[in-house]
């Protein structure tokens, strides 16, 4: 079982910046695919980051030029420094591990973007 512990929300003002950590308990992480998404109230969850086991990245069309995922296969943890926040960005921030079959959730961290 993959345990999945995602750290770093809060409360910021627009404009700040929040950087999100994942770290997985997986011990094949850098083999995995990794993913940032987002849940706001009343919404459906959404895409935010990919990151492949290549270090391929894909970014939503809202957070181009203003997000930038990464990982640390040594710490098997998955990264997303968000800067230039806006308040629609405010949601539950969730992290994904991909297996073959099978996709691991964290719980969740929650991202405020308010003056």
């Known amino acids: 079982q993959v345990q999945l512990v995602e750290s770093g929300g809060g409360l910021v003002q627009p404009g700040g910046s929040l950087r999100l950590s994942c770290a997985a308990s997986d011990a094949l992480f850098s083999i995995r695919d990794m993913g940032w998404y987002r849940q706001a109230p009343g919404n459906q969850r959404e895409l935010v980051a990919t990151i492949s086991k290549g270090y391929t990245k894909n970014y939503a069309e809202s957070v181009k030029g203003r997000f930038t995922i990464s990982r640390d296969n040594g710490k098997k943890t998955v990264y997303l420094q968000m800067n230039s926040l806006k308040p629609e960005d405010a949601a539950v921030y969730y992290c994904?591990?991909?297996?073959?079959?099978?996709?691991?959730w964290g719980q969740g961290t929650q991202v405020t973007v308010s003056s």
């Open positions: 994904k591990l991909t297996r073959p079959g099978f996709d691991f």
